[in-house]
């Protein structure tokens, strides 16, 4: 009984180590290398990657209190800004991955540090398997409603998902600078990843 009971509380402290193992090493600490060559592909992953970038700094050591931040005039929350951006990694995802994004099965419920993990790992994913594709045009943005299928060229992928991810990635920078938590001085878009 006593090796069973060991057991178990071995096996629990396990679990909720590699949960805090998962939070620590989140996606997109620094932009990952550069390709050698220039393609479709590889560009639009780069651009991902930026994103991605900005998108973890942006929400790296977020309060509570942060997160119900408003700005009063009925703009969206920091946490609403957040949710937003999960439900757009999901359609970057499924271009990527050639699929549509289907809006009539109920999403599973997250918290929202697990929803901050997933919305990166969705962009990590999508910026390796555009880094690997060759013809944008195999990657429509595709949307399943309950009135019907929508269909849209790559083009609406940079011009909407992606460029509206980019743009609340920076809407998250303001709100948490205007809450009195910026983000961390270090961040260098530019070169991407922390200064010394």
Request: aromatic fraction near 10%.
């Amino acid at each position: 009984m006593k090796a069973l009971l060991t057991f178990l509380l071995f096996g629990i402290f396990l679990a909720s180590n590699a949960q805090e193992t998962t939070q620590n090493e989140l996606p997109y600490t620094s932009i990952p290398e550069a390709p050698d060559t220039y393609t479709p592909g590889t560009v639009v992953s780069r651009m991902i990657d930026g994103l991605g970038f900005r998108y973890r700094w942006a929400t790296e050591d977020l309060r509570e209190d942060d997160l119900a931040y408003e700005p009063g005039n009925d703009g969206r929350t920091i946490a609403a800004t957040m949710d937003h951006l999960h439900g757009l990694s999901l359609v970057i995802l499924r271009s990527a991955e050639k699929k549509p994004r289907d809006f009539t099965t109920e999403q599973a419920k997250m918290t929202l540090k697990e929803k901050r993990l997933a919305t990166l790992q969705n962009f990590e994913k999508a910026s390796g398997l555009f880094k690997e594709t060759t013809n944008l045009k195999e990657h429509p943005v595709i949307f399943i409603r309950e009135n019907g299928t929508y269909d849209f060229p790559f083009w609406n992928n940079i011009n909407g998902p992606i460029e509206d991810a980019i743009w609340h990635a920076g809407q998250v920078v303001v709100l948490r600078r205007s809450a009195g938590n910026p983000i961390n001085p270090k961040v260098n878009v530019f070169l991407g990843k922390l200064n010394d």
